[in-house]
């Protein structure tokens, strides 16, 4: 879409955000760049894309549409041909229940387009604008599927010659050989596919390609063994890592572009038996961090943790398995205490999300730069806030209370099973048990579940024998405990969690609930065979399931008495804390997650 420089002005001017020098120096600007004003106004985040389009779109009186690319059914899709999507920059990505095609184009002043595409699906059309990054990404959906892609690829190369493991030639590599074009395609799916990492794995006889998507690995495709040794060069290539070395692991980065977004690329080389094996962590570099409430955060929780956030100094930490999306919560807290009034200071490894306006620092052993040095460094730079990527020693530990309590907000991670053991394995550290007690403000514990498919999810109405499992896997045993769900499901309802109507236009009801007082009456389940939306597992997406342990004067007490985890997290349940377990039974009664995904998450955990 290009809009007018003399219309971004109009519009900029409309909103009050531009003084008159300003708009001066973006118009020679203009001239000297030779660039359009829309291009410099967000490049000069004076105002954002999605702000931009939604001021374009009020000024020519076509609703904004914000896209999820991923989320656009394929059949949608195909109602308007690739070809003509591309050169219209336009995509149907949904048809209301009046059977109106709902089209999103960069540009609706376009008549010639909207005149093409009238013709072509008919005069029921809702014309829409939406950001063109959006758009570019939508086009992208119309991709075949890695293994028709590859085998393209692949049987293009069928007449080279075969080749040892060992040999790699300048062909190979150059960047529009068949093998740059495999690694292309390779990285193109996993972003399509939301995939968190990329697993490339050498077997004795071919080369498999794997996906981790919502938590789970899936096999993609699978190349022939001859392919390996250029792949993985060109990867090394990619990555600035020593092509000629084998027999050490090598870490490196890399930055690839793909629809309007730009995404990093975390990739980690290692010597297996069958060859080098590569993983590639894929980092949207371009997100936005979400905030608590879309995290999943609700209730009781939700309170406990704005409340210690605020404080103005103290220890928060946050426990959980690798991958269970402790690194997502800091950047979204973070990213609401962050104004120019604060330092923010960060020690990492790896530097996984950029928080603009925090200074960032990345852990370097070989350089002698560790969590412990790090921090101590942090503390001579004047930070208000701090935040150490992990306590994995008493000393960080030390160090990190002693912040605390000289007047400094910190922020850490530690791996335990549950919020509650935090604290003994504090105690592990050889912290005293009155600095702890003084110092920590909240324990968050956490995990991720599968969100199961809107289009396909399936409710069912869970017979006896469901319902005593239920009973026994949730310890729903003593007498209130079922009215207490009811009423934990009754506020969530209240405050839009899971909806389990997806209509926009009902409003939530008690008939909406899927409890009573006496108990459960409708559960929800992934439909078997899934559909194309999901990919056909049922589940798309994920979502976190949460406890936050208030550090109250109770669980003081507890502390600087030496008691068991259990102990603590008994009293803390009795004062209102809502466990992982009965945040996942609750989240999967409103119908994002099914029981099933709840237990496996939370089965060797002790909440």
């Not at 399509?192 to 690995?217: F, M, Q, T």
């Not at 003084?438 to 956490?446: C, D, K």
Request: proline share 3%.
């Amino acid at each position: 879409m290009r809009i007018p420089d003399l219309l971004v002005e109009k519009l900029l001017e409309g909103t009050g955000k531009v003084t008159a020098e300003q708009l001066k120096s973006l118009r020679e600007q203009v001239k000297s760049e030779k660039r359009p004003m829309q291009d410099l106004v967000i490049k000069n985040n004076i105002l954002s894309e999605k702000d931009l389009t939604k001021l374009y779109a009020e000024e020519v009186d076509v609703p904004f549409i914000e896209l999820n690319p991923r989320e656009i059914k394929r059949q949608h899709l195909k109602l308007i041909p690739e070809r003509v999507a591309h050169q219209y920059r336009a995509v149907v990505f949904d048809i209301d229940k009046d059977g109106n095609n709902m089209l999103a184009m960069e540009d609706p002043d376009d008549i010639q387009a909207v005149s093409f595409l009238q013709k072509k699906l008919g005069t029921n059309l809702k014309l829409h604008v939406a950001m063109a990054s959006q758009i570019q990404g939508a086009l992208e959906q119309y991709r075949g599927n890695i293994s028709n892609e590859l085998t393209k690829v692949i049987e293009n190369d069928q007449g080279s010659e075969e080749v040892t493991d060992e040999e790699v030639s300048e062909e190979d590599l150059a960047e529009d050989s068949p093998i740059a074009q495999t690694v292309n395609l390779i990285i193109e799916y996993g972003v399509k596919s939301g995939a968190s990492d990329i697993h490339i794995e050498p077997r004795e006889n071919y080369v498999v390609i794997r996906y981790r998507i919502d938590g789970i690995l899936r096999e993609a495709n699978k190349l022939p063994r001859k392919v390996l040794a250029s792949l993985v060069s060109r990867i090394k290539i990619l990555s600035n890592l020593k092509i000629d070395e084998h027999r050490a692991p090598q870490d490196g980065r890399f930055k690839i572009r793909f629809a309007g977004q730009v995404f990093a690329l975390r990739v980690s080389t290692l010597p297996i038996v069958d060859g080098e094996k590569v993983v590639m962590r894929v980092l949207n570099e371009n997100g936005k961090a979400a905030t608590l409430e879309e995290l999943g955060y609700w209730g009781s929780s939700l309170n406990s943790i704005k409340h210690a956030i605020l404080q103005p100094h103290g220890m928060i930490l946050v426990t959980g398995p690798t991958g269970s999306g402790k690194s997502t919560s800091l950047f979204s807290v973070l990213s609401m205490l962050n104004n120019p009034t604060v330092n923010i200071s960060t020690i990492e490894d790896p530097i996984e999300y950029k928080v603009v306006g925090a200074n960032q620092t990345q852990v370097n052993p070989q350089a002698g730069m560790t969590f412990t040095n790090g921090l101590r460094a942090l503390l001579r730079q004047d930070p208000n806030i701090i935040m150490v990527g992990e306590i994995r020693d008493g000393e960080t530990a030390g160090l990190g209370v002693q912040a605390a309590l000289t007047g400094h907000l910190v922020f850490s991670t530690l791996h335990t099973n549950n919020a509650a053991t935090c604290l003994p394995r504090l105690l592990d550290m050889n912290i005293e048990p009155f600095l702890i007690a003084s110092t920590v403000r909240v324990v968050v514990g956490q995990r991720l579940v599968r969100r199961l498919c809107v289009d396909c999810r399936e409710i069912y109405e869970p017979d006896t024998a469901t319902l005593n499992d239920l009973v026994k896997a949730f310890q729903l045993t003593e007498a209130g405990d079922m009215k207490r769900i009811y009423e934990l499901e009754k506020q969530a309802l209240s405050e839009g969690i899971g909806k389990t109507n997806p209509s926009k236009t009902n409003k939530a009801s008690t008939a909406d609930l899927s409890t009573n007082e006496k108990g459960i009456t409708k559960l929800w389940k992934a439909h078997k065979d899934g559909c194309e939306s999901c990919g056909h597992t049922g589940y798309k997406g994920r979502a976190g399931i949460y406890e936050v342990l208030d550090n109250s004067e109770a669980i003081q007490k507890l502390i600087v008495a030496g008691a068991t985890s259990e102990e603590i997290q008994n009293t803390a349940v009795k004062n209102g804390m809502m466990t992982m377990q009965i945040d996942g039974l609750i989240k999967a009664l409103r119908g994002q997650t099914s029981i099933e995904e709840i237990l496996r998450v939370t089965a060797s955990g002790d909440s």
